[in-house]
């Protein structure tokens, strides 16, 4: 065993060395894992229920590959580095092998060459990690290019969020829809069925009333007056 020496220079080398490896690889993949897995639930829930969350998916995801583009390059320039701080190991294993006896300097030839063995390690797990960020990257551009050519308001989804969406914010400002039970269910492109607006008034519910639906623009405006009525009343 090599006995520690605050003085001894080489041994300084290696502590210094030794402090600047870089996170464990497998850390930095289970980040980047667990990152494109909530961009993509993200954009999978965002295609079902509004197009904000679509347009704003894509801007994340448009970062998310920027960021990766910046991590990609700080482990480039982490491979330089280690492969720079391997040949000055290199060379201060050859300067000691020609100029020390081996004896005197085995325990510090051997530490030197577990450095190197690590930093060969690092190197190529690193290499590991390029290559699957560089594949999730390209993941990315694809369901990308993809979400950029989704006509969500086009497609049958998005009537039907949107539907669900208008009957929300009634509910929300004290409309309820209604429809009457003579609908002919048999017939699905029946009529007969009319749909109705429950107007409620919580502070006095002898005012509030169930209307017809208006289906023309003189009906809408009828409409808005009694809901102010409503309104002025209840405020």
Request: proline share 3%; net charge negative.
């Amino acid at each position: 065993n090599m006995v520690n020496n605050p003085n001894d220079p080489n041994q300084a080398e290696q502590s210094n060395n030794e402090s600047s490896l870089p996170a464990s690889p497998s850390e930095m993949w289970n980040t980047t894992l667990t990152l494109s897995q909530e961009i993509i639930d993200v954009v999978r829930e965002a295609v079902d229920e509004d197009v904000g969350l679509v347009y704003e998916a894509l801007d994340q995801t448009f970062k998310w590959n920027e960021r990766r583009r910046e991590r990609l390059e700080s482990s480039r320039h982490e491979i330089t580095r280690l492969n720079r701080q391997i040949e000055a190991n290199r060379e201060t294993l050859s300067r000691l092998k020609s100029n020390s006896n081996p004896n005197e300097y085995q325990a510090e030839i051997y530490s030197l060459e577990q450095v190197q063995l690590d930093d060969a390690r690092s190197i190529k797990e690193l290499d590991n990690q390029l290559s699957s960020i560089k594949a999730q990257i390209t993941k990315s551009q694809l369901e990308s290019q993809e979400l950029e050519k989704y006509d969500p308001i086009g497609s049958t989804d998005f009537k039907i969020s949107s539907e669900l969406f208008k009957v929300k914010l009634f509910h929300q400002i004290g409309f309820m829809m209604l429809i009457k039970e003579t609908t002919d269910l048999s017939n699905s492109n029946s009529a007969t069925g009319s749909e109705k607006l429950l107007i409620r008034c919580d502070k006095d519910p002898d005012l509030s009333r169930v209307i017809e639906r208006p289906d023309s623009d003189r009906d809408r405006l009828s409409l808005t007056n009694q809901i102010w009525e409503l309104v002025s009343f209840d405020s």
